[in-house]
């Protein structure tokens, strides 16, 4: 059974960061494309960054310079370090494991951004 469990989410204040994090079990980590979206009150879920599995990154316009994505296979987790976050980045966060066009998805972590 695959589960994506996110952590590290909470309030921050703006020009702050966080880091979050999605603890993967029940796959093949290594070989998962992973990556996060995040969905506003009222809006449509959000691409933010991917991280292949064969290592190659892509962050949205809307945050690249400030967002990295990262993974460390040997603990099953990805990461998105998120920099000087904006009250537009606050969201519920989900993290998605992909392969052969099959998506397994965590359940969201809040981020709320005071200003």
């Known amino acids: 059974q695959v589960q994506l469990v996110e952590s590290g989410g909470g309030l921050v204040q703006a020009g702050g960061s966080l880091r979050l994090s999605c603890a993967a079990s029940?796959?093949?980590?290594?070989?998962?494309?992973m990556g996060w979206y995040r969905q506003a009150p009222g809006k449509d879920r959000e691409f933010v960054a991917i991280r292949w599995s064969g290592g190659n990154t892509f962050h949205a316009a809307s945050v690249k310079g400030r967002f990295t994505i990262s993974r460390d296979n040997a603990k099953n987790t990805v990461y998105l370090q998120m920099n000087n976050l904006k009250s537009e980045d606050a969201a519920i966060y989900y993290c998605?494991?992909?392969?052969?066009?099959?998506?397994?998805w965590g359940q969201g972590t809040q981020v709320t951004v005071s200003s």
């Open positions: 998605y494991a992909r392969r052969n066009s099959v998506d397994y």
């Open positions: 029940g796959l093949t980590f290594s070989s998962y494309d």
